[in-house]
Structure formats: C-alpha cells, structure tokens
C-alpha cells in the first residue's frame, strides 16, 4: 500500500491541471452506445484526446484488438503514458450468460451469485476490459419498472447479502489478478423508487426508507471493497444523485470511509441542466465534483469546464486532485501501471470464453434460480418415459430471449430454448411443438422500442391439436427480453399479446398444463395461476436456460428458488412487497361487520398472489418446534434461536430457511416483518434438521430518519419460514 501511495503521490506532482481534469473523463467508444448518442460524437477526436492525455477511462470498447489499439494511444503518445481504464456493462455475463440479477437472486444463494459474477470477470478480462458497471443494487418495489431484472429485487437483507456476493465475485481478492475485474455499485442512489415505476422518473422518498431499504446493500457492497461506485440519472427530493453531496461525499466518502471512485450515469452530469439543478453544463460540472462525482461519462462537463472552473477560483483544486488519485489508485490496484496490456491476451480471449466448464456453471446457476410457484396433484416432475408432451409457445423454441437485456457480448440466438433442452433429455418422438401465439416483431435491441404483436391467433388451431394429442403439456409464456430492462417501464405488467386466449383454448382439450414463465419482473399472471396446475417462475435464464428448466421439469433437479419480490394479483397494487408497516387501520377488519374503513381495496385482496420469499419443492418440507434460547436479549449480548426443519420426501432437496423480526413499537413505526437472515439447507427424503441463528442487536436495529441507528429497548416478534407470509414466531424482550 505504501508504495502505491508513493508512486500516485509522485505522479500526481507531475500531472499539470489539464491532464488531471483528462483523467477525469469517460468516453464512450463506438463499438456500441448505450445511451443517447450525442449529436457531436466525433470517434477520431476522441482518439487524438486519448494521444493528448484527456481522456481518463472508455467504455464500450470491446475486444482485445480494440483495447489494445486504444490503449497504445494512451501509453506511447501522450505525455505521461498513463493507461485508460475499460469498463463495460457485464451485468450478468460476457459471452456466457448467466440468469438476469433477479432470477440470481431467486436463488438465494451466494455461492451461485459470487461464481456467476466470477464468470463474467473472467469472460471481459480475457477480452481486455478492466471494469463492469455492475452489480446494480437498487432495490425496487414496482414491477412496472423494466430495470427491477437488474437488480436484487425488493428486499434490502437479501439485496445486501447478493451485493457482497456479486462484489467478491467480480473483484475476487486480487484486483491484479487478469481474470477479475473492478465492480461498480449502482446506481447511488435510489433509482429504483422512480414514481409511478417509469424509468428515469423523480424520486421523491422519506428519509426512513432511505436508510432503511435503499442504502443498505450499497453500505454492503462498499465494506465489500467494492471499488467504484455510479450515481444516476433520477434526482432525490429535488437533487439529482449526481450533483448530491449528501450521498457522494458525505455519506459514502466520509461516514463510510470509503476510497473508491465514484463515476457518472452516461450524460447524468450534463442532464443536470434538464432537471433544472444547474445553469448550464459549466455549473453542472462545478456541482457534480463539489458533490464528489469523481469521473464525467461522456456528458464532457469536466473536460469543457473544470480547467477553467479551477482557474477562477470557484472549483477548489483539492476536489480534482482527490478525484484524480481515487482513479489512479483503482487503475494501480488494476496492475495497469505494471502492465497496461494485462488484459490484452488473445490466447487467453480465446481459450476462457464460452468454454463448457462456463457453461455447465451457468447452468447450474440457472437450475437455482427456477421458483416453483403451484404443482397441484404433483403434475411435476414429469417422467421421461411413456409420456407424449406438447411444446407449446413461441418463447418455447426462442433462443434469443432467454439471453436477457444485458447480454454484453453474447451471440444472438445462441441460449438453449425450452425446446432444445427438452428434446436433449427424452426421445424426441415424445415431444411435439406448436408455436401457438406470437410475441413481437421489429427490430429487437437494446436501443429501440419493442412491436408487441396484438391478438394473433393464427397459430392456434395447430397449438390445440397438439394440446389434444398430449398427455401434458408445457406452455411457456411471459415477455420478451426488450419488453424489460433500461427504457422500458411498462404500465400493464399483464401478458402481452394473445397468450392467455390461447391458454384458454388448450384449456378445453386439456386440463394437464404446466406453465413455464419467462419475465424480467413480476408480472401479473393471477388469470393463469388459477386456471392451470403447475406452474414455474423460470425469469430469463441466459446461454443455459433450456437445459436448467427441463432439468427442473424432469426432476433432475428438484426446484429451490424463493421469490425476490412479490407477484401482485392486480398491476393495480403496485408498489407491492412484504415489508410494509401496519397503518393505524390495518387490512383485516376485526370486527368483520362489513364497513369499509380498513385499509383495503373494494376490488382485490390486499395481500400479494405469491409472497416474497415462496417458492416450492417437489418435496414438502416441514417446519417444526421454535425457540429462543432465552426470552430477553440484554444489550451487548446474543441468544440462538432455532427452527426443526424436516424434509417429509419424496426427493431430496434445498430449502431457504428465512428469519424474519417485527420490532412492536419503536420511535419510527417499523414494518410487520424484515427479513433479517437465511439459510439454504440441503435435505435428503426423511431427515430433519436443527437450523440455528444468533440474534443480536445488530438483527434488531434500524436507522431513524436522522441516519442513525438505533435499538431500543420493547418486544420484538422472532419469526420463521420458508417463506414471507408462512412463519411462526416467538415473543424477545431486548433490555439496555
Ligand atoms: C446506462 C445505464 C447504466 C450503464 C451506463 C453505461 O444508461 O443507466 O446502468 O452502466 O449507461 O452503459
């Protein structure tokens, strides 16, 4: 550490303000834009900044050929030779795809978070970039908003615990290492709470569910060592994150201590202006670094503005230098000054990607992250012989979707469908498909808008004649990958086009129907939960996902995911999530007389169609005696508590034991339930476990308004379960 100290102090004493404020500047490359193309983006005079030492970093420049050419610029022309960083959106995956961030979380385990992240470390450093802008870590509670697939879902224990996972995953224990990557926490902060669920919205927000539900997992993916973080687009309480000193430099930088850099959304500075928050691009370069946005991603604020801001005395030049070495240190730990071609290794680009070790993880990440929502009559798992199956569904034999909206540098059309995956494990003769409905036309990219093909029922005659010769069926439903992910908040979360039509028709010829649903978020399929008898979650899996759902579907693995967030019965309902507090009027009337003063809807139950944290198995498992170790908690100690677990068969199989805690009366009313810890234990037929947590008082706190954080002393309820809305709980007194 010394020396790295040492060799940044001294090359920071021979940087004029110029080549500072260059290091201060992300360009994007012109392999790919994934933001608003500015109307004036010249590549070649980006290169010649390059040679000249003002540019800091570029994103989106991909493959080993490219970044070394840029970097050459960099090192051998300009003055210093100081490296570029290259950083890239490798959200879950580079060339393998792994489940989207939700369906990751789905599984509830860490270890499959931390080797997917690992994968796409090691897929991008093969391929010459240093950085992803990952993990996204903004916890959300409304399904209309396309980024909730990115994210960790709607709890702020499990975001936290997945953020951490992701890091570690990523960055590993060695930044230096050429198959790791630095991480990015995002975005900071908020985003996830835009109004009305529509992206790039105004967030307005108590300071309680600030730091209580928002901030958490990016405290955790900071005591991570996570090494930088991006503010974003939306404003917070009438301050766009990205000129927020609250956040930035006081809350991250000092009360957390952390050392990282912190870099803008694309354009987030100069959209400052738009907000409304700053004059002009000049003033919004003079927010955004006196707030602590260290590095400007391509808005060109800091390269137009920040010499001369500095020159006039109203930027005090400690902000640049400090902002300076905060990227030299993460390009250090990088190795980049050893070595800035590291990660520029052709045999190596060959030889990691898309290898069948890479792809045998993904799988298995995949099989995970599957919830099985209903299996009435134990419909599942299918047997692989004697059984005629009809394939039903466009997004059955789709082998792009599955890939997900942030696929990086992943073939098109190159996952497993469902077809493929079930036609891989029974003779294919057993099997027939049917496209049935069609989902979309148009171009489909990351770019543009999506055509969502209205009612064609064109397909449906030969969808029920297959439906008619099968002894089950498997429909798969659900949503394109462009109808989720940045851009593309949606008002109906319902299902597009003329799928539930068709499932009705099928209906009529048969009854054995399992529904296979490919989304982004939880979307509203109360209609179709009623009317068939099993029913998976299976969200968009990536390179694997065909594999991992037949898998599920013939038991070669017994299905163990639980739900990030919590379907609604009605889009009407959104917001929606577990951890919601009481009201002075809560949702059962106890006097049962009918009148109408509760806090209620006249036309749909309050409570979620499948809650946070479900999830079955083709096995039950059984929740027996809990207890407490003792009955009060005095401050400064711990107690145990436990929970019987058993497996009562017939397979063996996983279960997410979940601990939840009600604080009864505090300062600042608290939710009914947080979940608080988990345990994904495996249980073979018949045993039975003991699973035991330690309560303390870091389980029973929370941050008042002020930000800070406190336990008081009262009841609390200790709750377990396996899922949100099916625990049983034990009474704790916590004394000072
Ligand atoms: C996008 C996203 C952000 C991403 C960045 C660079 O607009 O908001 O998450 O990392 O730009 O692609």
Redesign the pocket.
């Given at each position: 550490m010394e020396h790295r100290q040492k060799f940044i102090a001294a090359l920071l004493a021979k940087m004029t303000l110029v080549e500072k404020v260059g290091q201060l500047n992300l360009y994007n490359g012109t392999w790919e834009f994934?933001?608003p193309v500015p109307k004036d983006d010249d590549s070649q005079l980006k290169f010649e900044h390059i040679r000249q030492g003002l540019v800091g970093g570029m994103?989106?420049v991909l493959t080993v050929a490219a970044t070394r050419e840029a970097q050459k610029l960099a090192v051998e022309d300009s003055r210093l030779g100081i490296p570029l960083i290259f950083g890239y959106?490798v959200i879950h995956g580079y060339k393998t795809m792994a489940p989207i961030p939700l369906a990751q979380s789905a599984s509830w385990d860490l270890e499959v978070a931390r080797k997917c992240a690992a994968l796409a470390a090691l897929e991008a450093s093969a391929s010459g970039i240093h950085w992803t802008?990952a993990p996204?870590i903004d916890i959300t509670r409304d399904a209309r908003w396309g980024r909730v697939m990115e994210g960790p879902g709607e709890d702020p224990y499990l975001g936290s615990a997945m953020a951490k996972a992701w890091v570690e995953g990523f960055q590993g224990s060695d930044l230096g290492a050429v198959n790791t990557i630095a991480a990015c926490a995002?975005?900071f902060a908020a985003y996830g709470f835009v109004e009305a669920g529509r992206d790039y919205n105004t967030v307005d927000m108590g300071s309680s569910t600030l730091h209580n539900i928002v901030l958490p997992p990016f405290k955790a993916a900071a005591e991570a060592g996570v090494a930088t973080f991006?503010n974003g687009?939306n404003e917070l309480n009438g301050v766009p994150v990205t000129g927020n000193r609250f956040l930035q430099r006081q809350l991250l930088k000092e009360l957390w201590n952390w050392s990282g850099f912190v870099v803008s959304?694309?354009a987030s500075i100069g959209e400052m202006v738009t907000h409304g928050f700053t004059a002009d691009l000049k003033h919004a370069a003079e927010k955004a670094i006196g707030a602590g946005c260290d590095m400007d991603?391509e808005s060109k604020a800091y390269l137009r503005h920040l010499q001369q801001l500095v020159e006039e005395g109203i930027v005090d030049q400690k902000y640049i230098d400090n902002a300076v070495q905060r990227i030299l240190q993460v390009k250090y730990d990088l190795g980049l000054f050893d070595d800035p071609y590291r990660y520029c290794n052709q045999q190596r680009e060959k030889s990691s990607i898309l290898t069948d070790t890479n792809l045998a993880l993904a799988r298995d990440a995949a099989r995970k992250s599957i919830v099985l929502l209903k299996n009435e009559q134990h419909i599942l798992p299918l047997s692989k012989l004697g059984v005629s199956i009809g394939v039903i569904g466009c997004l059955a034999q789709d082998k792009d979707i599955p890939l997900g909206s942030w696929r990086a540098q992943a073939e098109a059309n190159s996952a497993k469908s469902l077809l493929e995956g079930m036609k891989s494990l029974v003779e294919p003769d057993s099997i027939r498909f049917a496209e049935g409905y069609k989902l979309t036309r148009g171009d489909r990219s990351f770019l543009f808008e999506l055509d969502i093909i209205e009612n064609d029922e064109t397909g449906f005659d030969d969808a029920v004649a297959v439906a008619q010769d099968s002894d089950v069926v498997v429909l798969a439903m659900g949503e394109d990958c462009w109808q989720t992910g940045?851009g593309r908040s949606q008002v109906d979360v319902g299902l597009k086009g003329s799928q539930q039509e068709l499932l009705k028709q099928l209906l009529k010829v048969n009854q054995n129907i399992v529904v296979v649903m490919m989304s982004g978020r939880a979307l509203d399929i109360a209609e179709v939960a009623h009317q068939v008898p099993a029913l998976l979650q299976v969200w968009h899996l990536g390179s694997e996902a065909g594999n991992a759902i037949a898998d599920v579907i013939f038991g070669d693995y017994n299905p163990s995911g639980k739900l990030p967030v919590s379907f609604p019965r009605h889009g009407g309902q959104l917001p929606i999530y577990y951890n919601h507090k009481n009201t002075g009027r809560p949702t059962t009337n106890p006097h049962d007389d009918g009148m109408v003063f509760w806090s209620h809807y006249t036309d749909c139950e309050n409570d979620p169609l499948y809650p946070f944290g479900f999830g079955l198995s083709y096995s039950k498992f059984e929740y027996g005696e809990s207890r407490l170790s003792a009955n009060r908690l005095i401050s400064g100690g711990s107690i145990k508590f436990t929970a019987t677990i058993k497996n009562l068969g017939p397979y063996d199989g996983h279960e997410v034991v979940q601990l939840y805690i009600r604080d009864i009366v505090a300062s600042e009313t608290r939710p009914v339930k947080e979940l608080k810890a988990f345990k994904k234990v495996f249980l073979a037929a018949g045993e039975e476990e003991v699973v035991s947590f330690d309560i303390d008082e870091e389980m029973l706190s929370y941050y008042l308004s002020d930000g800070s954080l406190v336990c008081e002393p009262g009841a609390f309820t200790i709750m377990v379960g396996g899922s949100s809305a099916q625990t049983q709980g034990q009474e704790l007194i916590y004394e000072l």
């Amino acid at each position: 550490m010394e020396h790295r100290q040492k060799f940044i102090a001294a090359l920071l004493a021979k940087m004029t303000l110029v080549e500072k404020v260059g290091q201060l500047n992300l360009y994007n490359g012109t392999w790919e834009f994934t933001g608003p193309v500015p109307k004036d983006d010249d590549s070649q005079l980006k290169f010649e900044h390059i040679r000249q030492g003002l540019v800091g970093g570029m994103l989106n420049v991909l493959t080993v050929a490219a970044t070394r050419e840029a970097q050459k610029l960099a090192v051998e022309d300009s003055r210093l030779g100081i490296p570029l960083i290259f950083g890239y959106d490798v959200i879950h995956g580079y060339k393998t795809m792994a489940p989207i961030p939700l369906a990751q979380s789905a599984s509830w385990d860490l270890e499959v978070a931390r080797k997917c992240a690992a994968l796409a470390a090691l897929e991008a450093s093969a391929s010459g970039i240093h950085w992803t802008f990952a993990p996204m870590i903004d916890i959300t509670r409304d399904a209309r908003w396309g980024r909730v697939m990115e994210g960790p879902g709607e709890d702020p224990y499990l975001g936290s615990a997945m953020a951490k996972a992701w890091v570690e995953g990523f960055q590993g224990s060695d930044l230096g290492a050429v198959n790791t990557i630095a991480a990015c926490a995002k975005h900071f902060a908020a985003y996830g709470f835009v109004e009305a669920g529509r992206d790039y919205n105004t967030v307005d927000m108590g300071s309680s569910t600030l730091h209580n539900i928002v901030l958490p997992p990016f405290k955790a993916a900071a005591e991570a060592g996570v090494a930088t973080f991006m503010n974003g687009f939306n404003e917070l309480n009438g301050v766009p994150v990205t000129g927020n000193r609250f956040l930035q430099r006081q809350l991250l930088k000092e009360l957390w201590n952390w050392s990282g850099f912190v870099v803008s959304d694309w354009a987030s500075i100069g959209e400052m202006v738009t907000h409304g928050f700053t004059a002009d691009l000049k003033h919004a370069a003079e927010k955004a670094i006196g707030a602590g946005c260290d590095m400007d991603m391509e808005s060109k604020a800091y390269l137009r503005h920040l010499q001369q801001l500095v020159e006039e005395g109203i930027v005090d030049q400690k902000y640049i230098d400090n902002a300076v070495q905060r990227i030299l240190q993460v390009k250090y730990d990088l190795g980049l000054f050893d070595d800035p071609y590291r990660y520029c290794n052709q045999q190596r680009e060959k030889s990691s990607i898309l290898t069948d070790t890479n792809l045998a993880l993904a799988r298995d990440a995949a099989r995970k992250s599957i919830v099985l929502l209903k299996n009435e009559q134990h419909i599942l798992p299918l047997s692989k012989l004697g059984v005629s199956i009809g394939v039903i569904g466009c997004l059955a034999q789709d082998k792009d979707i599955p890939l997900g909206s942030w696929r990086a540098q992943a073939e098109a059309n190159s996952a497993k469908s469902l077809l493929e995956g079930m036609k891989s494990l029974v003779e294919p003769d057993s099997i027939r498909f049917a496209e049935g409905y069609k989902l979309t036309r148009g171009d489909r990219s990351f770019l543009f808008e999506l055509d969502i093909i209205e009612n064609d029922e064109t397909g449906f005659d030969d969808a029920v004649a297959v439906a008619q010769d099968s002894d089950v069926v498997v429909l798969a439903m659900g949503e394109d990958c462009w109808q989720t992910g940045e851009g593309r908040s949606q008002v109906d979360v319902g299902l597009k086009g003329s799928q539930q039509e068709l499932l009705k028709q099928l209906l009529k010829v048969n009854q054995n129907i399992v529904v296979v649903m490919m989304s982004g978020r939880a979307l509203d399929i109360a209609e179709v939960a009623h009317q068939v008898p099993a029913l998976l979650q299976v969200w968009h899996l990536g390179s694997e996902a065909g594999n991992a759902i037949a898998d599920v579907i013939f038991g070669d693995y017994n299905p163990s995911g639980k739900l990030p967030v919590s379907f609604p019965r009605h889009g009407g309902q959104l917001p929606i999530y577990y951890n919601h507090k009481n009201t002075g009027r809560p949702t059962t009337n106890p006097h049962d007389d009918g009148m109408v003063f509760w806090s209620h809807y006249t036309d749909c139950e309050n409570d979620p169609l499948y809650p946070f944290g479900f999830g079955l198995s083709y096995s039950k498992f059984e929740y027996g005696e809990s207890r407490l170790s003792a009955n009060r908690l005095i401050s400064g100690g711990s107690i145990k508590f436990t929970a019987t677990i058993k497996n009562l068969g017939p397979y063996d199989g996983h279960e997410v034991v979940q601990l939840y805690i009600r604080d009864i009366v505090a300062s600042e009313t608290r939710p009914v339930k947080e979940l608080k810890a988990f345990k994904k234990v495996f249980l073979a037929a018949g045993e039975e476990e003991v699973v035991s947590f330690d309560i303390d008082e870091e389980m029973l706190s929370y941050y008042l308004s002020d930000g800070s954080l406190v336990c008081e002393p009262g009841a609390f309820t200790i709750m377990v379960g396996g899922s949100s809305a099916q625990t049983q709980g034990q009474e704790l007194i916590y004394e000072l």
